[in-house]
């Protein structure tokens, strides 16, 4: 299996990926009264990301993630990401 062919979202350790809209970024940062750049980052190299290319077409810097983890204790939680530049080293 080529490493292009292998689908990291279907992985059991990996949680469920979303790409928001803007409608849905809007609302959720009101809810939480929060600015993007209070967010958590997520790099566009990340291999999630770049399987939500493969779906969504590219994704801008800035753009949202939600990510929807299992728990145990508490079912499911969301977590959101902001989307930001790899660093290249």
């Known amino acids: ?3 292009s062919d292998f689908n990291v979202l279907t992985h059991n350790l990996v949680p469920e990926h979303h790409l928001m ?3 849905e970024v809007q609302q959720k940062l009101s809810e939480l009264r929060i600015t993007k750049d209070q967010l958590p ?3 566009k190299g990340d291999a ?3 399987l ?3 779906i969504h077409g ?3 810097e800035g753009r949202i993630i ?3 983890r299992k728990s145990a204790t508490a079912e499911s939680f969301e977590v959101y990401r ?3 530049k790899d660093v290249k080293g």
């Open 1 to 3: 299996m080529a490493e």
């Open 21 to 23: 809209s803007e409608d």
């Open 41 to 43: 980052k997520i790099r």
């Open 48 to 50: 999630c990301i770049k």
């Open 52 to 54: 939500l290319e493969r």
């Open 58 to 60: 590219p994704i801008a």
């Open 66 to 68: 939600r990510i929807v």
């Open 82 to 84: 902001l989307v930001v």
